[in-house]
């Protein structure tokens, strides 16, 4: 009976612990998609902690999430199988993210989707005009801003901003609006109960907590009546046997 109680007890723990791990699925407005583990919703789990780099916020029915050193990109979508996170920039300039997202700083558990090569962003006081085209969002009437491959020789008007490793360089097809900055991530390592975030005691919900602390009194107080159980049924087997024998007199043994 003891062992099938703390059997029972150990998964009433599991189960709340792994609750508490797995929150379920929200989204930020009506036509928004599931944010699921790793990703948590801030709103959601205000007082539960979690991983700082996938927490997400809701703005105007978007989903939004915050870079350390840079600020905010607009979650299009979460491929949660594949790994990838579709993300759009909302001033609508992709190579303004790509020259200030620094993603090999290690800050950030996340890295592009795609192959990545070293460009030169160049600030040049006249358009070197050409095959190589101007990126309109960081350009204005008297500087223009090109990316070029990091060996390419550097015009005279021209003077290096920074040299970055992205996926590709500016291109006039690609549509600021509506391309998506592509990432992927790296999960967290799990920990001995398999979660991928480690849990503690002071990480669980405050709905859990006291769960727990009354399953484990229960378990100490049913362990003591076992134990008083036991030690009553020893005494009244040795009152048992105490009777008996002064019930039936002792027989005497012949002698030899």
Request: with cysteine.
């Amino acid at each position: 009976m003891a062992a099938s109680f703390f059997f029972i007890l150990s998964l009433s723990v599991a189960y709340a612990l792994g609750s508490d791990a797995i929150p379920p699925p929200a989204k930020c407005g009506p036509k928004g998609f599931s944010i699921m583990p790793p990703f948590t919703l801030k709103t959601q789990h205000p007082h539960r902690p979690g991983d700082p780099n996938f927490e997400l916020s809701c703005r105007n029915n978007s989903t939004i999430i915050h870079f350390p050193f840079y600020g905010d990109l607009i979650v299009k979508s979460i491929s949660y199988d594949a790994r990838k996170l579709d993300l759009l920039d909302p001033r609508n300039c992709v190579h303004e993210v790509f020259l200030n997202l620094d993603l090999s700083l290690g800050l950030t558990p996340f890295h592009y989707l795609y192959l990545v090569k070293n460009y030169t962003y160049l600030n040049c006081s006249a358009s070197i005009g050409g095959p190589i085209p101007e990126i309109p969002c960081l350009s204005g009437p008297h500087h223009h801003v090109y990316t070029v491959e990091s060996y390419a020789e550097v015009p005279d008007s021209c003077s290096p901003i920074k040299t970055v490793a992205i996926p590709f360089s500016y291109s006039s097809y690609l549509s600021d609006s509506s391309f998506g900055l592509g990432l992927t991530w790296e999960l967290p390592k799990p920990d001995h109960f398999g979660f991928q975030v480690k849990r503690t005691w002071f990480h669980l919900a405050p709905e859990t907590v006291p769960v727990i602390v009354g399953l484990v009194l229960l378990a100490a107080m049913l362990k003591k009546m076992k134990i008083l159980y036991a030690t009553i049924m020893v005494s009244n087997e040795d009152k048992e046997n105490q009777f008996t024998k002064e019930l039936l007199p002792p027989h005497n043994l012949p002698q030899p």
